[in-house]
């Protein structure tokens, strides 16, 4: 496999997980925590990988990813998560990072290498079917400011409005090799149920795709 190139990762992590009713990165998900799912999904397309979760940091001590709290108080959404992460791997002197979901375990192989194609200056989201999924983006960390007043000034909590204030563009995935969504997340323990029954039918029919 080719070097991953010279962009941070973040796995956004600080929600609340209101819907599950119970704290999402660490469900087990056919033996694997969903957050180690994600971890193995991103780490190879990315040069370091860390986790923006509020709480107890400790609970990701065995992931030995850097773990980093959102920068305002009161979980005031993605954002925040997004911010963090870019002030993160701007002090870690990268350019750009790419931020995923905690609950989404199926997202592409090849999601930041997608997303690196374009215009290096420009926020580059990903979309998929009719939906676009703004917390799967690839961000240059020259943003912080204009995202660190956006929230001070207007506490938006919209990742789409902030986008879209921004120059950006929109990079369509198809969906993945078992015909799925590739950005299906999930929020309730039936969505649990359905992530399981996927990941273990994608065991018994391993098709190359991780
Ligand atoms: N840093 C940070 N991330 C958040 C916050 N709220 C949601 N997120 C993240 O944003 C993404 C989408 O979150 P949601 O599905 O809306 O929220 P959730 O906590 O996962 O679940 P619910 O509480 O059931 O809505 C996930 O990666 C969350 O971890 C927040 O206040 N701070």
Not at 56 to 82: K, S, T
Request: with cysteine; hydrophobic share 45%.
């Amino acid at each position: 496999m080719a070097s991953p190139p010279d962009i941070s990762g973040c796995i956004l992590a600080g929600g609340l997980s209101r819907r599950m009713g119970r704290d999402k990165p660490l469900l087990n998900v056919d033996g694997e925590t969903l957050i180690s799912r994600v971890i193995a999904r991103l780490r190879p397309q990315v040069a370091r990988v860390a986790i923006n979760a509020n709480g107890d940091p400790a609970r990701f001590d065995a992931l030995a990813c850097p773990v980093l709290a959102d920068p305002f108080p009161g979980h005031p959404g993605p954002l925040a998560g997004i911010l963090a992460a870019m002030d993160d791997a701007g002090s870690a002197g990268y350019e750009r990072v790419a931020t995923v979901a905690a609950d989404t375990p199926f997202f592409p192989c090849n999601f930041v290498e997608r997303l690196a194609a374009g215009d290096s200056a420009v926020i580059s989201v990903a979309a998929s079917g009719e939906r676009v999924h703004p917390v799967f983006a690839l961000w240059p960390v020259l943003l912080a400011p204009a995202l660190r007043d956006h929230l001070k000034d207007e506490g938006d909590r919209s990742v789409m409005r902030f986008v879209r204030a921004q120059r950006h563009r929109i990079v369509a995935f198809p969906p993945s090799s078992d015909g799925g969504d590739a950005f299906f997340n999930v929020n309730t323990p039936e969505d649990l149920a359905v992530a399981r029954r996927r990941a273990q039918s994608r065991e018994k029919s391993f098709d190359g795709e991780v």
